[in-house]
Nanobody, 124 residues
Framework: QVQLEESGGGSVQAGGSLRLSCVASGYGFSSHYMAWFRQTPGKGREGVAAISRYGTTTYADSMKGRFTISRDNAKNALYLQMNDLKPEDTATYYC??????????????????WGQGTQVTVSS
């Protein structure tokens, strides 16, 4: 089982940057597919970016070119570098993990393990 804890959220102005981190504890981080999702009140979880255990990545269209997902298996860590942030990026960001997929996915229901979330607020 994998436990996930996010950090790095905060408040920034539009155009700014943040780097989110997600540290995993438990067994087999390197074998898991990982992803970042975000959620605003009253809405479902939106896929942001995902990465396979091999490093293959996929992004939601609105994040391409601005966000970068990466992982460091030696540190059991997942990262999300967010640049050129916009007010519409304001949300609670969650990391998620699942043991095995055919390819990285942005479908929330597929993921088994979730962190508690970290808040990102972008002001205009």
């Amino acid at each position: 089982q994998v436990q996930l804890e996010e950090s790095g959220g905060g408040s920034v102005q539009a155009g700014g940057s943040l780097r989110l981190s997600c540290v995993a504890s438990g067994y087999g981080f390197s074998s898991h597919y990982m992803a970042w999702f975000r959620q605003t009140p009253g809405k479902g979880r939106e896929g942001v970016a995902a990465i396979s255990r091999y490093g293959t990545t996929t992004y939601a269209d609105s994040m391409k070119g601005r966000f970068t997902i990466s992982r460091d298996n030696a540190k059991n860590a997942l990262y999300l570098q967010m640049n050129d942030l916009k007010p519409e990026d304001t949300a609670t960001y969650y990391c998620a993990a699942v043991l095995s997929l055919g390819s990285p996915s942005l479908v929330a229901d597929i993921y088994k393990y979730w962190g508690q979330g970290t808040q990102v607020t972008v002001s205009s």
